[in-house]
């Protein structure tokens, strides 16, 4: 029976369709986990089924996870939760007592004593004191509300519904969101969906990617003309880029921010990975006090942390959280509701968390192990970090700038004008024409530059430099090769 | 209709948590704890977690138990399995965006074998941290902000209060479709043709919400309402979005869930190839009750590639689900066998639990029946009981001059007298001028029974009050 004939009605199409569905979700992109990371697992596929390549494995050095790469847990996190998760094994002699008392006080504050229960939406009381507490500690005392803490799924999820509650309005008045140019795709993924103006401010490649406040100026007073600029949003340490901000720059960016009354949005995932000398994380709450009550009171601010970076790595349980500052009361009510909707963080990253903010002290018997595995893990990726920029900065037609902190490497590449022609041909974006080159030929996977933004007619890649340091000596090595072999082979 | 009391929302809640600090610190009250069923919180309510499943994740997360001989053999070799299949062999690590290959696959396979052999396709499944998570994910993709007139989404009354929620965020409208209390909160097709027809000049209508087993209403659907809701769909170009959280919460006689896809299989053409279906399901409910762990997944049927493209990328932004809810997952659809030295526990504690919900429906369904201005339904599925009140009207006068809807102040009163915590019945939707309060029926039987014997009390208290 044909269709046609069912009913006498007409032929049925599809109710979604690229015509029909929402055009904000159309204009989303995330380059760290995009097309070129669907090739690589393609190959990896085919490596698999005893396809040859002249190489045996993909060295998948695009996405900022370390224990991908190799690199161990915390003992002692992980003894916590594996307590919370069995709590049978609390009277497993072979755990540490410092570890049992842990998780005793976090299965306390789950509901019926166990992790599968659900908390309430802004996390569990206890562990946001927690948070409070290391805060407080971490910014030499200046008062932190438990109440203004959001523990949330990854600091990617708070980054969103922040984003969330303060993009509104139609036309010219829709909200413009500033950040950084190069910067993390979630933000320009996010503010596609959500339908904001992203507003370009570039960072200064010739000084370390440093921020100039006049830069600023620039693209805050161009986009003005079409949309209604509310908020700023700053990744210190750096991503892709890892310069870590000096404590002026903290300082006159809030000036900034509190002039031209924007919202501050301070990702600060990566602020216990600092390597440079002569460099030190400054936190935005901490600066923003240390300026005074004319500016602590005044200027709103979120905070973002997360327990996928630093020396703990554990992308894979989506711990984090917000700390809000100096928000408007009926828009925390909004916030609380926005938050509910999916119910809770799991309780698992929350319980991380805690651990996080409140590690093994000196007095205590986890100290020293947890002490060494943590000294052990900053000073690996500090040794990396240096020698990435120095072997980079080797090869002709690369120039790095140093990776002052984070987990990334976002060097210079000057191609060829007969590479940029060629990538044309095949309508692709040179930088993603070279790592797709450096896929198929070496089978090290990076991200291209243009997944971040960059100025016009430069071209970048992003490389973690998350792998063990003898494979980053190889793949350093692998990618100085290829780019002499490209740059002849284009000439 | 939701958007009305902003205010109460939550308050509820926060005075149970308060009630309950209070009596932590020792303060007299006339109960010694709050019994707190206002969620599907199994663990909460103190049901216990699966042994299976947590000594495998304890040993995913703390890799040298697997050589703990503590441990049976086939949780060792399980854990090391799903580390196997972990990057780096850590559960810290991202995973793919759609979830672990193998845990996806995992996910078809139960899938077809739940559905009587009618294969299910792992690249149209996506796992993510919660079923609300993909839900509102899938909304996303359906609503159009800009569009004029506004985009709409049938959704059932009652209906829990998250998807509700999800819809109204994203800018889209809900078209409300009452469901039967007398015929046991059946799904009508009538109905849903009445919704559509009143949607005409105020929205687009292009989703169709289902519930099946139902939230908060306990109704299972047979397989002719299936079909005729697929029907329907077909017939209004409507998408259909069916939330089968419960699918293993099933006690009514002559109940049996039927999933949407399987029907929509079997029905052939031409509603098999082209009818568009995304389907929930979660590990916080069922047997395992892992809420806290965050894991659900959606299998997306008839999808336009292109748009599949898009929701890839969609999912890709929000990195991955919870490892050790992937793993939980797994759990789930591939539990242990016959022969498996875990396989007796495993079905005991299975069968437990099962026993006490059966146990339970039936107590519940009895007490409140058996109460003056108390009724519900039998409960054929799900976890909830919705039960009408018959509020006096010197009741819903109080109610008024509190400023409150006459079930929250039904609610707030057994809270601070009964120590119960339940949800009140606006919260979901309902006929106006009916009442009704919702709660949980997954409770070990010692603390349902303490649950009646204080909603009797209680009740009857407070209707020789008011009446």
């Given at each position: 029976?044909?269709?046609?004939?069912?009913?006498?009605?007409?032929?049925?199409?599809?109710?979604?369709?690229?015509?029909?569905?929402?055009?904000?979700v159309?204009?989303?992109?995330?380059?760290?986990?995009?097309?070129?990371?669907?090739?690589?697992?393609?190959?990896?596929?085919?490596?698999?089924?005893?396809?040859?390549?002249?190489?045996?494995?993909?060295?998948?050095?695009?996405?900022?996870?370390?224990?991908?790469?190799?690199?161990?847990?915390?003992?002692?996190?992980?003894?916590?939760?594996?307590?919370?998760?069995?709590?049978?094994?609390?009277?497993?002699?072979?755990f540490?007592?410092?570890?049992?008392?842990?998780?005793?006080?976090?299965l306390?504050?789950?509901?019926?004593?166990?992790?599968?229960?659900?908390?309430?939406?802004?996390?569990?009381?206890?562990?946001?004191?927690?948070?409070?507490?290391?805060?407080?500690?971490?910014?030499?005392?200046?008062?932190?509300?438990?109440?203004?803490?959001?523990?949330?799924?990854?600091?990617?999820?708070?980054?969103?519904?922040?984003?969330?509650?303060?993009?509104?309005g139609?036309g010219?008045?829709?909200?413009?969101?500033?950040?950084?140019?190069?910067?993390y795709?979630?933000?320009?993924?996010?503010?596609?969906?959500l339908?904001?103006?992203?507003?370009?401010?570039?960072?200064?490649?010739?000084?370390?990617?440093?921020?100039?406040?006049?830069?600023?100026?620039?693209?805050?007073n161009?986009?003005?003309?079409?949309?209604?600029?509310?908020?700023?949003?700053?990744?210190?340490?750096?991503?892709?880029?890892?310069?870590?901000?000096?404590?002026?720059?903290?300082?006159?960016?809030?000036?900034?921010?509190?002039?031209?009354?924007?919202?501050?949005?301070?990702?600060?995932?990566?602020?216990?990975?600092?390597?440079?000398e002569?460099?030190?994380?400054?936190?935005?709450?901490?600066?923003?006090?240390?300026?005074?009550?004319?500016?602590?009171?005044?200027?709103?601010?979120?905070?973002?942390?997360?327990?996928?970076?630093?020396?703990?790595?554990?992308?894979?349980?989506?711990?984090?959280?917000?700390?809000?500052?100096?928000?408007?009361?009926?828009?925390?009510?909004?916030?609380?509701?926005?938050?509910?909707?999916?119910?809770?963080?799991?309780?698992?990253?929350?319980?991380?968390?805690?651990?996080?903010?409140?590690?093994?002290?000196?007095?205590?018997?986890?100290?020293?192990t947890?002490?060494?595995?943590?000294?052990?893990?900053?000073?690996?990726?500090?040794?990396?970090a240096?020698?990435?920029?120095?072997?980079?900065?080797?090869?002709p037609?690369?120039?790095?700038?140093?990776?002052?902190?984070?987990?990334?490497?976002?060097?210079?590449?000057?191609?060829?004008?007969?590479?940029?022609?060629?990538?044309?041909?095949?309508?692709l974006v040179?930088?993603?024409?070279?790592?797709?080159?450096?896929?198929?030929?070496?089978?090290?996977?990076?991200v291209?530059?243009?997944?971040?933004g960059?100025?016009?007619?430069?071209?970048?890649?992003?490389?973690?430099?998350?792998?063990?340091?003898?494979?980053?000596?190889?793949?350093?090595?692998?990618?100085?090769?290829?780019?002499?072999?490209?740059?002849?082979?284009?000439? | 209709?939701?958007?009305?009391?902003?205010?109460?929302?939550?308050?509820?809640?926060?005075?149970?948590?308060?009630?309950?600090d209070?009596?932590?610190?020792g303060?007299?009250?006339?109960?010694?704890?709050?019994?707190?069923?206002?969620?599907?919180?199994?663990?909460?309510a103190?049901m216990?977690?699966?042994?299976?499943?947590?000594?495998?994740?304890?040993a995913?997360?703390?890799?040298?138990?697997?050589?703990?001989?503590?441990?049976?053999?086939d949780?060792?070799?399980?854990?090391?399995?799903?580390?196997?299949?972990?990057?780096?062999?850590?559960?810290?690590?991202?995973?793919?965006?759609?979830?672990?290959?193998?845990?996806?696959?995992?996910?078809s396979?139960?899938?077809?074998?739940?559905?009587g052999?009618?294969?299910?396709?792992?690249?149209?499944?996506?796992?993510?941290?919660?079923?609300?998570?993909?839900?509102?994910?899938?909304?996303n993709v359906l609503?159009?902000?800009?569009?004029?007139?506004?985009?709409?989404?049938?959704?059932?009354?009652?209906?829990?209060?998250?998807?509700?929620?999800?819809?109204?965020?994203?800018?889209?409208?809900t078209?409300?479709?009452?469901?039967?209390?007398?015929?046991?909160?059946?799904?009508?097709?009538?109905?849903?043709q009445?919704?559509?027809?009143?949607a005409?000049?105020?929205?687009?209508?292009?989703?169709?919400?289902?519930?099946?087993?139902?939230?908060?209403?306990?109704?299972?659907?047979?397989?002719?309402?299936?079909?005729?809701?697929?029907?329907?769909?077909?017939?209004?170009?409507?998408?259909?979005?069916?939330?089968?959280?419960?699918?293993?919460?099933?006690?009514?006689?002559?109940?049996?869930?039927?999933?949407?896809?399987?029907?929509?299989s079997?029905?052939?053409?031409?509603?098999?190839?082209?009818?568009?279906?995304?389907?929930f399901?979660?590990?916080s409910?069922?047997?395992?009750?892992?809420?806290?762990?965050?894991?659900?997944?959606?299998?997306?049927?008839?999808?336009?590639?292109?748009?599949?493209?898009?929701?890839?990328?969609?999912?890709?932004k929000?990195s991955?689900?919870?490892?050790?809810?992937?793993?939980?997952?797994?759990?789930?659809?591939?539990?242990?066998?016959p022969?498996?030295?875990?396989?007796?526990?495993?079905?005991?504690?299975?069968?437990?639990?099962?026993?006490?919900?059966?146990?339970?429906?039936?107590?519940?369904?009895?007490?409140?029946?058996?109460?003056?201005?108390?009724?519900?339904?039998?409960?054929?599925?799900g976890?909830?009981?919705?039960?009408?009140?018959?509020?006096?009207?010197?009741?819903?006068?109080?109610?008024?001059?509190?400023?409150?809807?006459?079930?929250?102040?039904?609610?707030?009163?057994?809270?601070?007298?009964?120590?119960?915590?339940?949800?009140?019945?606006?919260?979901?939707?309902?006929?106006?001028?009916?009442?009704?309060?919702?709660?949980?029926?997954?409770?070990?039987?010692d603390?349902?029974?303490?649950?009646?014997?204080?909603?009797?009390?209680?009740?009857?208290?407070?209707?020789?009050?008011?009446s």
């Open positions: 029976m044909s269709q046609q004939a069912v009913n006498g009605v007409a032929h049925r199409g599809r109710v979604l369709t690229l015509d029909s569905m929402n055009p904000n159309k204009r989303v992109e995330y380059a760290v986990r995009g097309p070129i990371v669907q090739r690589a697992v393609q190959i990896e596929k085919e490596l698999k089924e005893g396809v040859k390549k002249p190489f045996t494995e993909v060295i998948k050095a695009n996405i900022g996870d370390a224990h991908a790469m190799g690199q161990k847990p915390i003992t002692f996190f992980r003894q916590v939760l594996a307590l919370c998760s069995y709590p049978a094994l609390l009277e497993d002699s072979k540490p007592e410092d570890a049992k008392k842990r998780a005793q006080r976090i306390e504050a789950c509901g019926g004593h166990s992790i599968g229960a659900y908390s309430t939406s802004q996390g569990i009381e206890c562990i946001r004191q927690d948070v409070a507490r290391y805060i407080e500690k971490r910014d030499g005392g200046i008062p932190s509300n438990p109440d203004n803490i959001y523990l949330s799924t990854g600091a990617s999820d708070a980054i969103v519904t922040i984003l969330k509650l303060l993009v509104c139609e010219r008045d829709r909200t413009g969101v500033m950040i950084s140019i190069p910067q795709p979630l933000y320009s993924a996010a503010l596609a969906d339908g904001a103006v992203q507003i370009n401010y570039y960072l200064d490649e010739d000084n370390c990617w440093s921020l100039n406040i006049t830069e600023l100026r620039r693209a805050l161009a986009a003005r003309e079409h949309c209604n600029p509310r908020v700023l949003c700053i990744i210190n340490p750096g991503n892709p880029t890892g310069q870590v901000q000096s404590r002026q720059c903290i300082e006159d960016v809030i000036q900034f921010a509190k002039e031209e009354h924007l919202f501050l949005m301070a990702d600060e995932v990566y602020q216990d990975n600092v390597y440079a002569g460099c030190q994380f400054h936190s935005f709450k901490k600066v923003l006090f240390e300026m005074g009550p004319e500016y602590s009171n005044t200027v709103e601010m979120a905070s973002f942390h997360s327990t996928s970076k630093c020396y703990m790595g554990e992308c894979g349980f989506r711990g984090g959280y917000v700390e809000v500052i100096n928000l408007d009361p009926e828009v925390k009510a909004q916030l609380i509701k926005l938050v509910s909707v999916r119910l809770c963080p799991p309780v698992p990253g929350q319980a991380l968390l805690d651990l996080v903010v409140n590690p093994p002290q000196p007095d205590e018997p986890s100290y020293a947890f002490m060494k595995e943590r000294t052990a893990v900053l000073s690996a990726l500090a040794e990396k240096r020698l990435t920029e120095q072997i980079f900065n080797t090869v037609g690369i120039t790095c700038n140093p990776v002052q902190g984070a987990m990334y490497t976002f060097p210079r590449i000057t191609l060829p004008q007969k590479a940029i022609d060629k990538a044309k041909e095949l309508g040179p930088d993603m024409f070279y790592c797709m080159r450096l896929l198929e030929e070496d089978g090290i996977c990076l291209p530059g243009s997944g971040f960059q100025r016009e007619g430069t071209y970048h890649f992003r490389m973690t430099i998350l792998p063990p340091t003898d494979k980053l000596k190889v793949v350093l090595q692998k990618i100085r090769e290829f780019h002499l072999r490209f740059t002849q082979e284009f000439s | 209709m939701w958007n009305m009391k902003q205010l109460e929302y939550g308050a509820l809640a926060r005075r149970a948590n308060q009630i309950k209070e009596l932590r610190q303060v007299r009250r006339p109960y010694k704890e709050v019994i707190d069923v206002f969620q599907g919180d199994l663990h909460r103190g216990k977690p699966l042994t299976f499943v947590r000594q495998i994740l304890a995913c997360v703390y890799p040298p138990l697997i050589n703990s001989n503590n441990l049976p053999l949780v060792r070799q399980r854990a090391q399995e799903e580390l196997g299949r972990c990057v780096g062999g850590s559960v810290g690590s991202y995973s793919a965006v759609a979830g672990i290959p193998e845990i996806v696959h995992s996910i396979e139960f899938i077809k074998r739940r559905d052999g009618i294969p299910s396709h792992p690249e149209n499944i996506y796992i993510s941290p919660g079923s609300q998570w993909s839900i509102s994910n899938i909304l609503v159009n902000r800009e569009a004029s007139p506004r985009t709409g989404v049938l959704i059932p009354v009652p209906c829990h209060h998250k998807t509700v929620l999800s819809i109204t965020q994203l800018g889209a409208v078209v409300p479709y009452y469901l039967s209390e007398e015929q046991g909160w059946a799904l009508q097709v009538e109905e849903l009445r919704a559509l027809e009143s005409k000049g105020v929205c687009n209508p292009v989703a169709l919400y289902v519930i099946n087993p139902g939230n908060p209403a306990g109704y299972v659907q047979s397989q002719k309402s299936v079909q005729e809701v697929i029907r329907f769909a077909w017939e209004k170009r409507l998408f259909l979005l069916a939330d089968e959280l419960y699918q293993d919460c099933v006690y009514g006689e002559n109940c049996e869930f039927v999933s949407y896809k399987r029907t929509l079997e029905m052939g053409p031409p509603f098999s190839g082209t009818v568009e279906l995304a389907s399901h979660s590990v409910k069922g047997f395992l009750g892992e809420c806290g762990l965050r894991a659900g997944y959606v299998e997306l049927v008839n999808l336009d590639p292109a748009v599949m493209k898009h929701i890839h990328t969609l999912f890709s929000d991955c689900a919870p490892v050790l809810g992937q793993i939980a997952l797994d759990l789930m659809t591939d539990p242990p066998k022969g498996d030295p875990s396989y007796p526990l495993y079905k005991q504690e299975i069968e437990h639990i099962r026993a006490v919900l059966v146990h339970n429906v039936k107590r519940v369904h009895e007490v409140i029946n058996s109460l003056p201005g108390f009724s519900c339904p039998p409960i054929e599925g976890l909830f009981v919705f039960p009408r009140l018959n509020l006096t009207p010197k009741a819903i006068q109080k109610a008024k001059e509190l400023g409150l809807q006459p079930d929250t102040f039904y609610c707030t009163r057994l809270l601070e007298e009964g120590g119960v915590f339940t949800g009140p019945g606006w919260e979901y939707g309902q006929k106006e001028g009916t009442y009704h309060i919702r709660f949980c029926i997954a409770a070990p039987q603390v349902m029974e303490e649950l009646l014997r204080c909603l009797s009390s209680f009740h009857m208290t407070f209707m020789k009050d008011f």
